[in-house]
């Protein structure tokens, strides 16, 4: 296979030269990270925001001053490869990164089917992995050492959703167990698991699950699975495919005048539901990791807030839409790097591996502390639902911005 990378991020760029921030840069040695993205493929969409978050912190880093390590500054170059969102050929690009290109520490890809994937190459040869993208509890199980995720697992995703459709039927005067809930997701790790929540929380609760459907292969057509939303009237709708699932249950719930009193999906901000279908994703619950209204914030990047609107300023394609948490996430991927390599003293990657153990940062994004197995145990979820063309925090009552608007119309 010949191969070239699609991009590399310098850590000191020609333009910048006449810059005292060049000048401080030219000073800085390097360090080569590498990372297989999703940048063509049914995850293009998404993969494109991770290796925007990544080029993003890169940079920040750098016009701060880089990586100081041992009384040495560095700045991060990251070397990377189009996976073309195929699990087979990350786990390809893996080994070239490694064998080839000679790198020693890595980024995840997006997704968790892909990070699945090349989680047994890294592992392999030892090569420190912190990932921003995959969230799939099943990759926290296999007693890996060198995986470390900045997000949290997959079966929280929608589970809050469970929690809320409880809170309205009791307000309404109906036990919890009354409600009905449907399911339809991808047949991937990371939307089984989030299938997987929803069912472990509504069997809490006593609730009937009466579709558990999978989303067709392509996620270009769940009309089948709502004529039977429409016949049998559940009352907690829940959807996961990532961004182009998102979309087509948006758009086809519109379409087909679809009627649920709540409705949860993961992925909005990546899908862009709110720029492409407007009224139509009015009252959407949204799935997310990170939101810029939360009270999180760091040295380096500020608050939320702050974050979001430097992110917007900085990258132009997000000037004029939501920052995605998937963008946020992979930005706080290298900030934990950042912080791991200088607490390790050291380039040595397993040095670096025993700092990444040890993590307990707070950031921008959340607090981050990795368990044994390599997820993060220092933030929740949050919930979010779309009012007025606004993401406003609905869940867990302790962030909550605004009230839940139910039914949804």
């Known amino acids: 296979m010949t191969l070239k990378p699609i991009a590399v991020v310098a850590a000191v760029g020609s333009m910048m030269a006449v810059s ?6 030219a000073k800085c040695g390097t360090i080569t990270v590498g990372s297989a993205i999703s940048l063509t493929g049914k995850y293009s969409t998404a993969g494109g925001h991770a290796k925007a978050g990544y080029d993003f912190a890169v940079k920040k880093i750098m016009d701060n001053g880089g990586v100081k390590v041992a009384g040495k500054c ?54 420190p992995m912190v990932e921003a993208e995959g969230a799939s509890r099943s990759l926290f199980n296999k007693g890996y050492k060198y995986i470390f995720a900045v997000l949290s697992t997959s079966e929280q995703y929608l589970a809050s959703a469970v929690s809320l459709a409880a809170d309205v039927a009791k307000k309404q005067g109906k036990p919890a167990s009354s409600v009905k809930v449907a399911v339809a997701v991808e047949n991937d790790p990371f939307s089984l698991d989030i299938r997987a929540g929803v069912k472990e929380d509504a069997k809490k609760f006593g609730m009937k699950v009466v579709i558990d459907e999978k989303l067709p292969r392509d996620l270009s057509d769940m009309a089948p699975i709502l004529n039977k939303v429409k016949l049998l009237k559940p009352d907690l709708l829940v959807v996961s495919g990532h961004s182009k699932g998102a979309a087509t249950a948006v758009r086809q719930v519109a379409e087909m005048k679809v009627k649920v009193p709540m409705f949860a999906i993961t992925h909005c901000e990546s899908a862009n539901v709110t720029g492409k279908f407007g009224k139509a994703a009015e009252g959407v619950l949204c799935a997310t990791q990170w939101a810029e209204t939360l009270s999180y914030k760091d040295p380096l990047f500020g608050t939320a807030a702050a974050f979001n609107k430097e992110f917007k300023a900085k990258v132009p394609a997000y000037a004029h839409k939501k920052v995605p948490y998937q963008a946020a996430q992979a930005v706080a991927a290298v900030y934990v790097l950042k912080d791991a390599f200088e607490r390790a003293g050291s380039l040595d990657k397993e040095k670096l591996r025993q700092a990444l153990t040890k993590t307990k940062l707070k950031t921008f994004y959340g607090n981050i502390q990795f368990s044994k197995a390599g997820n993060n145990i220092g933030k929740p979820m949050v919930l979010r639902q779309i009012q007025n063309g606004k993401y406003k925090v609905v869940a867990p009552a302790a962030f909550a911005s605004s009230k839940l608007v139910w039914p949804r119309k």
């Open 20 to 25: 005292g921030t060049a000048f401080a840069a």
């Open 74 to 127: 560095y700045n991060f170059k990251i070397i990377y490869y189009d996976d073309e969102s195929k699990g087979d050929r990350g786990a390809t690009l893996a080994e070239r990164l490694i064998n080839q290109d000679k790198v020693q520490y890595m980024l995840g890809p997006y997704s968790s089917g892909l990070t699945k994937a090349i989680a047994p190459i890294t592992e392999k040869y030892k090569i």
